[in-house]
């Protein structure tokens, strides 16, 4: 079975948000929804539902922005 970055997501008060999308990012979001709730047994009603922790993720694992975060020399706001 493929092992996906994303586990289960939460069930937690929703977020609201509004973008658009390219067709085929909007199509891999379906899929990877599908094959997230085969993988984890939990249904995803709604692709949406992934965005933020897709985002959540790819910021926890992002070297660079951890770097930059980390470093002493960044001002701060």
């Known amino acids: 079975m493929t092992k996906l970055k994303l586990g289960a997501i939460p069930d937690d008060k929703p977020v609201k948000l509004t973008l658009e999308l390219p067709a085929a990012l909007h ?3 379906v899929s ?3 094959l997230l709730s085969i993988e ?4 995803i009603a709604d692709p949406v539902r992934l965005v933020v922790p897709m985002l959540e993720r ?3 694992t992002d070297r660079g922005f ?4 980390n470093s002493p020399s960044r001002s701060s706001p």
């Open 58 to 60: 790819f910021i926890a």
């Open 40 to 43: 984890t047994g939990q249904p």
């Open 32 to 34: 990877y929804a599908e």
């Open 66 to 69: 951890a770097r930059s975060r």
């Open 27 to 29: 199509r891999d979001l």
